[in-house]
């Protein structure tokens, strides 16, 4: 069974072709502002590369930065209604309130509070304000708005009253597109609703983008199922990304650091992605990126998306290596960025940049030897040594245990990594530079729930553990996840301070192989 | 009589900025997070209220104090945020019980989300806040404040939730039950109420506050703010502010976490580095951080402060937000002349939480310690 891994990232699209575990080819296009024609390019350089019949083509995954591009950028946002259940509760911290200015008017800045909502422990903070829904719809209308968000207080514990105020919102709006704050995010209203917000906002680019993706394949020839990875390293289909762009926030560094683990075979480790102009590094556990324990910001907005936890250095194949008025060398932040291929010493450029110490000190054999031939000892050592601490208080600082943990370096600009760092072995695999296309190919489906459970009644933490183990397992078989493959990779349970009744919340999270019977072997 | 602005520290968003800041460090990793109320002071300040503080020495002593906090689970405050109004309700159903109106407000607890809320609640009673609380850091229960310490009786008192309700208790026969009370009345309100206690005078207030909390908690965040900004070391800039010391400096290896009696209680095992190598460090945790062992000794116990910061920014994590493999920096800071004395330390010593074989040495500013990381 063939699969095709796709990273369509800010600079580079890159592409893989997999038999198995076996990476069969690689290669990297610059990424287009059309998005389609980089990867149409990709596609097709891989494939002849591969020399593989398209038809054996069983599932093309796709992991994109195009999304959280849009938010960062604000480009392609469409206005959304935000509307919030909850009244009289959260009265005094309206929708967005929050957001950058600038990111808010992009989507609209129309939040409405509406009576409704629950309590911790189900009740009904009040009942739902239908009349008031009926009144946001004929607005809805008036405005000529065609998506919305529904957020309402405490529903990853309930989320009935979302549904009864999206039904009746398309009872007058038939054609809105609805998003629910209980299908995104979790506890933590503010984050969740401005999840929900941005994915509504994104729905409209979120349809053409899967689109054009459809079509990139569909014109190379290639009819088998696609899927998109979403930031914890596990896969949606076109119809999922449609509905859910804000999942995918975040997932080039999942992929990147989810195909160094599958290219070693090394499960705990740290990974060092080095591009042309910084360099990200994150722990591996188990085979997946440790998560980052606070709320992440996307474009300003803070949100409690499950993130990578990734470090990030101003140190890249581009970095400017300069010697100060002390001299001292130093290397970055500035960089050459995508302009590398021109402005570097070894591709005849005149600008002194890590690639060319590289070259320089024999570590790596690119461009023209002879261009940095004037380059003095001197200072390509003193850069060396430079980059080194760089990469080391980097690693150093993601290292998750005294143990000896391997280093895997990827991305193009990996080159600069040395063999060793401390203590440290550095591994580089086959194909590191198209690790993130790798870590793409080889995604995951996901099941997971996040509630808060009540220990009363006979109910004990394992019963409740176990039940939200059962339904996070049905929700990944659901999305597509081969049963006899599925294990839990998250189990949490954290007790809430201050309440009786021994009130806990527990976070579970599941994943499989792709079902299908294209499971790869464990 | 209040009112005169010469007399009066208005703060700005910057100063709400630092505030989160300083208040989740003075939080000794409970209180909860301050951010829902820094947003709502922002929301005060932009729709033209005033938040202001006025200095203990310019409080009369006859002046009428009402001191209130956030009562519940902090983490129901971060889904089912307050509706707003609730710690003004409070003032005026206390006013309207005892016939009296409230000249000042004052803080419960200067750590965590507890900053905030007399602040709002003051800026939309147009009252000020007293530059003071009552425990320089956070405490998990409401009698732990210098003010019940030290005598006051705080029935009768109010809460108020976001529907409307109104509940007062009218006499509890000591701190303890009121806290008990209390405690059973905002489970029914839906796990996060604000209660305003019986009003203090000006006098008790300027002898039994710990003083300028505020003015504090502000100077630690603006100096973590400043430290990052010249991308110096922000742990050693909230030491040197507050004569305390980095004690240790590690990873956190394990983390044990259970219920006892509605409270977070446990236990963050830390493997040193840095200047701590080959040492372990133990917190022992009951929603605040409470005590610091370097290999199985104490060395600092509650009521001085023990914080867990995040190495590479200086924020303070809370105990929920503890997680394994973290790198943290532990920080004592000493704690204020009021919470050592005797009857103080009867309250909010070891003995206090249950530590009965812990006995309490008050950590020296200049104490150095031994392995110190510093």
Redesign the interface.
Known sequence: MYRLGIDVGGTNTDAVVMHDREVLAGVKAATTEDVTSGVLEALENVLSKAGVDRAKIANVMIGTTHFTNAVIERKHISPVAAIRL????????PPM??WPQDLREAAGDLGYLVRG?Y???G?E?APLDGEEIDRIADDILAKKISTASISS??SPINRQMELDARDRLLKKCPDLQVVLSSDIGR????ERESAAIMNASLLALSARTVDAFAGALKSTGLHCPFFITQNDGTLMDAAMVKRFPVLTFASGPTNSMRGAAFLTGIKNGIVVDIGGTTTDVG?LQLGFP?QA??VVDIGGVRTNFRMPDVFSIGLGGGSLVRRGPDGAVTVGPQSVGYRLTREALVFGGDTLTATDIAVALGEADIGDKSRIASVDADLAQGARVAMTAMLEAAVE?S????EPLPVIAVGGGSILMPNRLGDLEVLRPDHFAVANAVGAAIAQISGEVDRIYSLENGLTRESCLKQAEEEATEKAIGAGADAATIEVIERED????????????IHVKVVGEMGGGDALPA | MLSRPDKLWTLTEADIEALEIGSAILGTG?GGNPY?GK??AR?ALRAGHTLSVIKMEDLPDDAKVVSLGGI?????S????????EGLRCVRALEERLGFKADAIACEEIGGQNAMEPLITASLAGLPVVDGDGMGRAF?EMQMTTYSIYGHRSTPSVMCD???NVVIFDHAISEKWHERMA??C??SQ??ASTLASAPMSGAFVKQFSIPDSYTKAVALGRAVIEARQRHADPIAAICEMESGRVCFTG?IKDLK???K????TGEAII?G?DGCNDQTAAVLIQ?ENLVFKRDGVVEIAVPDLIIILDI?TG?AITT??L?????VAVVALPCHPLLRTPEALEVVGPKGFGFDDIAYRPMQADEPTQGSAT
Do not use: W
């Open positions: 909850g009244l009289p509760a959260t009265a005094c911290l309130v929050d909502g309590e911790f422990d009740r903070i207080v405490f506890i933590g209203l503010l722990a440790r324990a606070t600082r290292r998750i245990s005294p954290v007790p809430l301070a201050y309440l009786p009744g021994n009130a806990t919340r | 409970g829902i947003l709502r929301q519940g689970a902090p983490l129901i971060f889904e089912r945020i307050k509706e707003g109004r998990p976001p529907h409307g405690r059973a905002v489970i839906g796990g990873k976490r259970h219920l009696g509605g409270f977070v493997e580095f929603n590479d924020n929920e937000m997680r394994y493999g973290q790198r």
